[in-house]
């Protein structure tokens, strides 16, 4: 029962009770007693109706609070049937990945090892040239694939290869059938694959690591460094042809943090086979087949197996040799390479050769580079005492972004000059003096070209031509 319903019937009993008072009671009850008492129940009243009011407001939200609830078990409902798919998915995939292994090879990945397709990758160049020597016809003079493939066993493991896939015109010699005069001349064309390097390196620690079978030799940074796009002149610095590029044998090198600033010190220490003999013998130079003197002195043909079969060295022992760098970076692109190496060793029976090579290198800022090397070589022969044939080069280079301009196919150009120069001690010196332009069609497509003046002294002048130019398509991946 309501509390205003109990009070209604209160209030009308006390109306039967005045009632059934005597008239001298009623009488004393004045107008002033009676209107106090009926405001008060009206006061009362009011009260009474804010009180339902207010009751009905939270009736109301007590209905929302259940619809609310309804709503929220209905999404937990919904979530627990999502959760129970999941957890079906995951024990489905597990029971799958168990049927899977229990297929799989008995001999078992080892730990750590990554997939054959991450772990193998190729790279290298491509390259092909055009160009015109002055009293030479012109024409497409070379065409170069040079792959490296490159395999990582495990973390300390790793194999590299190096080839080089040339294109090159065949020959054929015989007798005119009129003049009956002797002839060779070209014929056809014929494909050559040469082996650059292959080697094996283990990484021992973060200083060291050790390097074993047919590798680049660490004589001075351009051998290392020669790649086709990499060089920005088509062709190679007179005097490294006095160095070999590579050579058997194990090698061990690093690097040697100094200070925080990326400062370094590297070196390399190896011994190989060391250079040959073309005709076995120790002499200064020989007859190749068309009766030419050719240097004698074979910088790549000593790796341990003679063409007539024999298992030996030509040479009574190995060589040795190594190299030492320092490189100084000071601010980003602006540092300093500095290097001295050399190797020292015979080359036919207990005849001594030798080679001392003096490498620098500066960038100054992301627009200027100089390079270059000082390389010379001592000799002995069996016919000519010691000879030592010598050079040196020097390399400038100069983006043109450098300049700031608002100029898309400017900022893609690069000036470079080089001057080199070579000694053979045979007789032959030759200066050559090169301007070239680079044009950077992507970071790794460039289309290379140049100019060289080259001045020749000497018995036979190296056979080079007065003046040539050379453009060059060269890629990088």
Same mark, same amino acid.
């Given at each position: 029962? =309501?509390?205003?319903?109990?009070?209604?019937?209160?209030?009308? +009993?006390?109306?039967?009770?005045?009632?059934?008072?005597?008239?001298? +009671?009623?009488?004393?009850?004045? @107008?002033?007693?009676?209107? +106090?008492?009926?405001?008060?129940?009206?006061?009362?009243?009011?009260?009474?109706?804010?009180?339902?009011?207010?009751?009905?407001?939270?009736?109301?939200?007590?209905?929302?609070?259940?619809?609310?609830?309804?709503? @929220?078990?209905?999404?937990?409902?919904?979530?627990?049937?999502?959760?129970?798919?999941?957890?079906?998915?995951?024990?489905?995939? !597990?029971?799958?990945?168990?049927?899977?292994?229990?297929?799989?090879?008995?001999?078992?990945?080892?730990?750590?090892?990554?997939?054959?397709?991450?772990?193998?990758?190729?790279?290298?160049?491509?390259?092909?040239?055009?160009?015109?020597? =002055?009293?030479?016809?012109?024409?497409?003079?070379?065409?170069?694939?040079?792959?490296?493939?490159?395999?990582?066993? %495990?973390?300390?493991?790793?194999?590299?290869?190096?080839?080089?896939?040339?294109?090159?015109?065949?020959?054929?010699?015989?007798?005119?059938?009129?003049?009956?005069?002797?002839?060779? *001349?070209?014929?056809?064309?014929?494909?050559?694959?040469?082996?650059?390097?292959?080697?094996?390196?283990?990484?021992?620690?973060?200083?060291?690591?050790?390097?074993?079978g047919y590798m680049v030799l660490p004589l001075g940074t351009y051998s290392e460094r020669a790649a086709g796009w990499l060089n920005k002149i088509p062709d190679d610095p007179l005097p490294v042809d006095f160095l070999p590029g590579a050579s058997a044998g194990v090698q061990l090198r690093g690097a040697v943090p100094v200070g925080q600033a990326g400062q370094m010190l590297t070196y390399s220490v190896y011994g190989v086979n060391g250079p040959?003999?073309?005709?076995?013998?120790?002499?200064?130079?020989?007859?190749?087949?068309?009766?030419?003197?050719?240097? %004698?002195? @074979?910088?790549? #043909?000593?790796?341990?197996?003679?063409?007539?079969?024999?298992?030996?060295?030509?040479? %009574?022992?190995?060589?040795?040799?190594?190299?030492?760098?320092?490189?100084?970076?000071?601010?980003? *692109?602006?540092?300093?390479?500095?290097?001295?190496?050399?190797?020292?060793?015979?080359? +036919?029976?207990?005849?001594?050769?030798?080679?001392?090579?003096?490498?620098?290198?500066? *960038?100054?800022?992301?627009?200027?580079? !100089?390079?270059?090397?000082?390389?010379?070589?001592?000799?002995?022969?069996?016919?000519?005492?010691?000879?030592?044939?010598?050079?040196?080069?020097?390399?400038?280079?100069? =983006?043109?972004?450098?300049?700031?301009?608002?100029?898309?196919?400017?900022? @893609?150009?690069?000036? !470079?000059?080089?001057?080199?120069?070579?000694?053979?001690?045979?007789?032959?010196?030759?200066?050559?003096?090169?301007?070239?332009?680079?044009?950077?069609?992507?970071?790794?497509?460039?289309?290379?070209?140049?100019?060289?003046?080259?001045?020749?002294?000497?018995?036979?002048?190296?056979?080079?031509?007065?003046?040539?130019?050379?453009?060059?398509?060269?890629? #990088?991946?």
């Amino acid at each position: 029962m =309501k509390i205003s319903s109990l009070i209604f019937g209160a209030a009308a +009993a006390v109306c039967a009770l005045g009632m059934a008072l005597t008239p001298r +009671a009623a009488a004393m009850i004045s @107008d002033e007693d009676f209107n +106090a008492l009926r405001s008060m129940v009206t006061n009362q009243d009011q009260r009474i109706g804010q009180q339902d009011q207010r009751i009905g407001q939270l009736e109301k939200l007590h209905e929302q609070d259940q619809q609310t609830h309804q709503q @929220d078990q209905q999404t937990i409902q919904q979530l627990q049937q999502r959760l129970g798919e999941t957890q079906t998915l995951a024990t489905n995939a !597990v029971q799958k990945a168990e049927a899977v292994a229990k297929v799989q090879s008995v001999y078992p990945v080892e730990s750590g090892a990554r997939s054959a397709l991450h772990n193998f990758s190729m790279v290298g160049d491509a390259e092909v040239q055009f160009g015109q020597a =002055k009293g030479q016809n012109s024409g497409f003079e070379l065409a170069d694939f040079a792959p490296i493939f490159l395999y990582r066993a %495990n973390d300390n493991i790793l194999f590299e290869a190096g080839f080089d896939v040339m294109l090159q015109n065949g020959s054929a010699s015989g007798t005119n059938a009129v003049t009956l005069a002797p002839y060779t *001349h070209d014929n056809g064309s014929s494909t050559t694959v040469s082996l650059s390097f292959a080697q094996l390196d283990y990484l021992l620690n973060d200083y060291v690591t050790v390097v074993a079978g047919y590798m680049v030799l660490p004589l001075g940074t351009y051998s290392e460094r020669a790649a086709g796009w990499l060089n920005k002149i088509p062709d190679d610095p007179l005097p490294v042809d006095f160095l070999p590029g590579a050579s058997a044998g194990v090698q061990l090198r690093g690097a040697v943090p100094v200070g925080q600033a990326g400062q370094m010190l590297t070196y390399s220490v190896y011994g190989v086979n060391g250079p040959s003999s073309v005709d076995g013998s120790a002499n200064s130079f020989t007859l190749d087949n068309g009766g030419n003197q050719i240097a %004698n002195l @074979d910088l790549g #043909g000593n790796v341990g197996l003679l063409n007539s079969g024999n298992n030996a060295n030509l040479n %009574n022992k190995p060589s040795g040799g190594g190299r030492i760098g320092w490189f100084y970076p000071w601010q980003a *692109h602006y540092d300093v390479e500095l290097g001295v190496s050399g190797q020292s060793g015979t080359w +036919a029976g207990n005849y001594l050769w030798s080679a001392l090579v003096v490498d620098a290198a500066v *960038h100054i800022s992301p627009y200027v580079e !100089v390079k270059g090397e000082y390389i010379n070589t001592w000799q002995q022969t069996a016919n000519a005492g010691n000879i030592q044939p010598a050079g040196w080069w020097v390399q400038g280079s100069y =983006k043109l972004a450098g300049l700031n301009l608002d100029a898309p196919v400017v900022n @893609d150009l690069e000036l !470079v000059g080089r001057y080199d120069t070579a000694n053979d001690a045979m007789g032959s010196t030759t200066d050559r003096y090169t301007a070239g332009l680079v044009y950077y069609l992507t970071n790794t497509l460039l289309l290379e070209g140049d100019y060289e003046w080259l001045i020749n002294h000497g018995l036979n002048a190296n056979g080079l031509p007065s003046s040539q130019f050379i453009v060059q398509l060269s890629y #990088g991946f």
